[in-house]
T-cell receptor, first 108, second 114 residues
Framework: KNEVEQSPQNLTAQEGEFITINCSYSVGISALHWLQQHPGGGIVSLFMLSSGKKKHGRLIATINIQEKHSSLHITASHPRDSAVYICAVTQGAQKLVFGQGTRLTINP | EPEVTQTPSHQVTQMGQEVILRCVPISNHLYFYWYRQILGQKVEFLVSFYNNEISEKSEIFDDQFSVERPDGSNFTLKIRSTKLEDSAMYFC????????????FGAGSRLTVL
């Protein structure tokens, strides 16, 4: 069983739709990260959170420590949001354990 | 905005050859990492480096791999004798205080072993 599971694996939506990507983890963590990977391969950190909720522009990330679950929401989605979104958790002091990623496609 | 720089962006090598991938982390960061992503698979942790020594490494990081910070700015990953299965995208990352801080990733170095 993977330590970090994401759902869905693939998501296609129309421009403007509200998007939710889910992440569940089975290990103790010190932090959870949401990352974005574009087709060229580069990885950008979107959020790091250890409790509660964070918002940046149209992106919102929440975490429920008791349920070992996090969600990434995108409001008013746009084609430029198309990318792979990756959930990763920090185990111990330093090591990041990654989920498989969710491939998001937003059609105009 | 400060960034992590990786070179080369793409390297093609023959099996058995040595490869060095280079990274320039953000200047005031203290923790440095290498991750890899085999095509179509998830990103995997290789090694973390702090205070001029390896602080943690994965099972993947065997004797064929080594890391070095030779001059206070570069952070290198060496693969001594490349295998076909070493073909992957290798990402360098750095963070300011600890791994429980936001990581900044480089754009990646794609290694193709023939």
């Amino acid at each position: 069983k993977n330590e970090v599971e994401q759902s869905p694996q693939n998501l296609t939506a129309q421009e403007g739709e509200f998007i939710t990507i889910n992440c569940s983890y089975s290990v103790g963590i010190s932090a959870l990260h949401w990352l974005q990977q574009h087709p060229g391969g580069g990885i950008v950190s979107l959020f790091m959170l250890s409790s509660g909720k964070k918002k940046h522009g149209r992106l919102i990330a929440t975490i429920n420590i008791q349920e070992k679950h996090s969600s990434l929401h995108i409001t008013a989605s746009h084609p430029r949001d198309s990318a792979v979104y990756i959930c990763a958790v920090t185990q111990g002091a330093q090591k990041l354990v990654f989920g498989q990623g969710t491939r998001l496609t937003i059609n105009p | 905005e400060p960034e992590v720089t990786q070179t080369p962006s793409h390297q093609v090598t023959q099996m058995g050859q040595e490869v060095i991938l280079r990274c320039v982390p953000i200047s005031n960061h203290l923790y440095f990492y290498w991750y890899r992503q085999i095509l179509g698979q998830k990103v995997e942790f290789l090694v973390s480096f702090y205070n001029n020594e390896i602080s943690e490494k994965s099972e993947i990081f065997d004797d064929q791999f080594s890391v070095e910070r030779p001059d206070g700015s570069n952070f290198t990953l060496k693969i001594r004798s490349t295998k076909l299965e070493d073909s992957a995208m290798y990402f360098c990352a750095s963070s300011g205080i600890s791994g429980a801080n936001v990581l900044t990733f480089g754009a990646g170095s794609r290694l193709t072993v023939l």
